[in-house]
């Protein structure tokens, strides 16, 4: 069955750096846009960023852009989420996701598959 695992949370100084990853199974990664979307306490789970099937088109939520830089490996199944600058207002736990485009990650949709999360805590 499709799998996807999150890793890298934790938690970090304002100012600082992450990077989530993300290792796909189950599937023909090649098919599928990948993004990360993010859920607050007590808010709800927003988009943050996504990736087309080869990596040649990207969408950024304007909270992260030019901050936050997504990417992907299809030799290995593997999606990423370079996260600099970070302020508090980012802290959340993240989500990986895959969906049919990049364009049709760029909200929130039950037909997404989502992983099960990690927590970033950003810390002022």
């Known amino acids: 069955q499709v799998q996807l695992v999150e890793s890298g949370g934790g938690l970090v100084q304002a100012g600082g750096s992450l990077r989530l990853s993300c290792a796909a199974s189950?599937?023909?990664?090649?098919?599928?846009?990948m993004g990360w979307f993010r859920q607050a306490p007590e808010k709800e789970r927003d988009f943050v960023a996504s990736?087309?099937?080869?990596?040649?088109?990207?969408y950024y939520a304007d909270s992260v852009k030019g901050r936050f830089t997504i990417s992907r490996d299809n030799a290995k199944n593997m999606v990423f989420l370079q996260m600099n600058s970070l302020k508090s207002e980012d802290t959340a736990v993240y989500y990986c996701?895959?969906?049919?485009?990049?364009?049709?990650?760029?909200?929130?949709?039950?037909?997404?598959?989502y992983g099960q999360g990690t927590q970033v805590t950003v810390s002022s």
């Open positions: 996701a895959l969906g049919p485009t990049a364009g049709a990650l760029r909200s929130p949709d039950d037909s997404h598959y």
């Open positions: 189950g599937l023909t990664f090649t098919t599928y846009g």
């Open positions: 990736i087309s099937q080869v990596g040649l088109t990207t």
